[in-house]
């Protein structure tokens, strides 16, 4: 008996300590949910640039392709390809010794012609014109003279001095001095007229075609003495001397590579942000550094094959480390806006419906999901044209899966979202 109510009261002993233990327990506070580690940027007010990528083929400024006029042999070679040259300078010799005589043939000709041209216009025709001249004053006077016997003679007929036939004599001798005199007259006319003009026109029809001669014969001549046309590089000779040069075949190409070209393809709606005169950069890769350059042409067309806009930019290459024929990048700066809201590209966030949006962490260290409108991009930044403002924090990394409202802890202090570009 005794036994059995000692057990009763341990157990009941135990119940109370038990109750006891679970009442501490329940009245002990919840924990609080930890705070999410994140890290931030500050959204800033900066110049952004909207940047056009492409791909570009590279030409060179200039090209030359010399083709000769003549087919003749190749008598020697003055460059080879790698060669720089400058305009106008001498780079290939053709075989010309019968081209030489030619020349000297119608340079012969020509200058027999001058003399001929001198002597006709300076000695001929004025001797013809004075000699001629002279026939007038000679038979005028004739004509006087045979008038003034002819009109004594009839005087002393009509007095009864002298027969009717000696004045016959004179009469007919006055009218063949008249004629002839008149004849004289004419001849002096023509030549005043019509034979000095014709004779000159002939001299110069003369001169002209020997000059003529003498020029082509002198352009064959110089056909065989090859020169550059622009100054740059020999970057092909497939000819050797000695084999025949052909007209209308190519003996060398030369190329000006001070400056490239690099010419692309955008979409109508690229090209319309761009402008002769735009900012470029041509990035070569191979490890070379990138080189600045300019848009010189827009294509105000668009390529019927595959309707995009042709755009070409230009750049120095002193050093020639830009090679024509290379593939390399463009960037393009299609427009630019100063004094916009920029924050890291890494910091938008996209919904299932195309939605943007970013968590804005307030005072008390919340994230709040804030729904923002997008700009242009450049480089890892995204411009905001609205939703956020000026100083206020956006999580950049731990963002995905975040609930709005949730507790952040920023791992590091918040940094600008990238240096300030200059307003250039």
């Avoid at 924050?343 to 938008?348: E, N, Q, T, V």
Wanted: with cysteine; net charge neutral.
């Amino acid at each position: 008996m005794v036994e059995s109510c000692s057990n009763h009261t341990a157990a009941w002993f135990l119940i109370a300590c038990a109750s006891f233990a679970w009442a501490g327990c329940s009245a002990q506070k919840p924990e609080a949910t930890p705070a999410v580690s994140v890290q931030a940027a500050t959204v800033q007010r900066k110049t952004i640039r909207q940047i056009i990528s492409t791909e570009a083929v590279l030409y060179a400024k200039q090209e030359a392709s010399i083709v000769p006029k003549i087919s003749a042999p190749i008598q020697k070679f003055y460059v080879n390809r790698g060669s720089h040259v400058k305009a106008g300078q001498l780079v290939a010799q053709l075989e010309n010794k019968d081209l030489q005589a030619v020349l000297n043939q119608a340079k012969g000709a020509y200058e027999q012609a001058q003399a001929a041209y001198a002597t006709s216009t300076q000695v001929s025709l004025p001797t013809d014109v004075q000699n001629a001249q002279l026939d007038v004053k000679a038979t005028r006077q004739a004509m006087d003279s045979s008038r003034m016997v002819y009109e004594s003679r009839e005087k002393l007929y009509k007095s009864g001095a002298i027969s009717r036939n000696l004045m016959e004599e004179a009469r007919v001798a006055y009218v063949q001095a008249n004629n002839q005199y008149q004849m004289a007259g004419a001849r002096l006319q023509g030549l005043q007229k019509v034979g000095q003009k014709a004779g000159e026109q002939t001299a110069e029809g003369q001169l002209a075609a020997a000059k003529g001669q003498y020029e082509a014969a002198l352009a064959q001549f110089r056909y065989s003495r090859i020169r550059s046309p622009i100054t740059g590089v020999v970057t092909d000779r497939p000819l050797y001397e000695g084999q025949m040069a052909t007209a209308g075949t190519p003996l060398m190409t030369i190329m000006d590579l001070s400056h490239i070209v690099g010419r692309t393809y955008v979409s109508p709606e690229q090209a319309s942000l761009l402008h002769v005169g735009d900012a470029a950069t041509i990035v070569p890769g191979n490890q070379l550094p990138s080189v600045p350059a300019k848009v010189t042409v827009v294509s105000p067309a668009l390529d019927p094959n595959s309707t995009t806009v042709q755009v070409w930019v230009e750049a120095a290459n002193p050093h020639e480390q830009l090679r024509p024929g290379a593939t390399v990048s463009v960037q393009m700066v299609g427009r630019t806006v100063k004094d916009a809201l920029v924050i890291p590209a890494a910091a938008l966030l996209t919904g299932d419906n195309g939605a943007t949006s970013a968590m804005v962490i307030g005072a008390d260290d919340v994230a709040h999901q804030t729904n923002v409108q997008t700009g242009i991009r450049e480089k890892g930044e995204v411009q905001i044209t609205g939703g956020l403002q000026a100083g206020q924090q956006v999580v950049t990394e731990g963002a995905y899966g975040l609930p709005d409202g949730a507790k952040v802890q920023v791992s590091s202090s918040a940094a600008p979202a990238a240096p300030a570009n200059g307003d250039d």
